[in-house]
């Protein structure tokens, strides 16, 4: 079937969709432990939160839970991809500062050809990205 290989599930309808995303997070909730905090946040985008993790080794958690979900065959879909954007919490900024920072990470993820983990801080280390001082708009936690 060529609508089967079309790309992202939202190709498929809503039902397939949600289905693509349950299995998604079923897969994040079987992967950390029950320290770590998952929330949806917005349609196909995922918070994790590591506890007491350095940034080297939540690198190295969030490559391994990218190859897993690589390798996964989804219903309806086949495989799928992921692309991470990585920010330390151990910085003093506001929480709109620090979603900005991890939007920054995870959208030169995606112009970097995808399926693929990048970080805030090193991007910034290695002059790829310009310092995000403030987010624009809002972000409602509750």
Do not use: W
């Not at 391994?64 to 989804?74: G, N, V």
């Not at 309806?76 to 979603?99: A, H, R």
């Amino acid at each position: 079937d060529q609508r089967r290989q079309a790309g992202p599930p939202y190709g498929f309808g809503h039902i397939v969709g949600d289905e693509t995303l349950i299995a998604m997070a079923m897969i994040l909730k079987s992967f950390f432990e029950k320290d770590e905090f998952i929330y949806r946040f917005g349609g196909e985008e995922f918070i994790i939160l590591l506890h007491k993790t350095e940034q080297a080794e939540a690198i190295e958690i969030l490559e391994r839970l990218r190859k897993r979900i690589e390798r996964h065959q989804f219903a309806q879909v086949g495989q799928k991809t992921i692309s991470i954007g990585l920010v330390s919490l151990n910085q003093n900024c506001d929480s709109g500062t620090l979603f900005g920072r991890a939007d920054t990470a995870l959208y030169k993820a995606k112009e970097s050809g995808r399926n693929c983990t990048k970080s805030y801080e090193q991007l910034l280390e290695t002059k790829q990205i310009s310092p995000v001082e403030s987010r624009e708009g809002s972000v409602d936690l509750f």
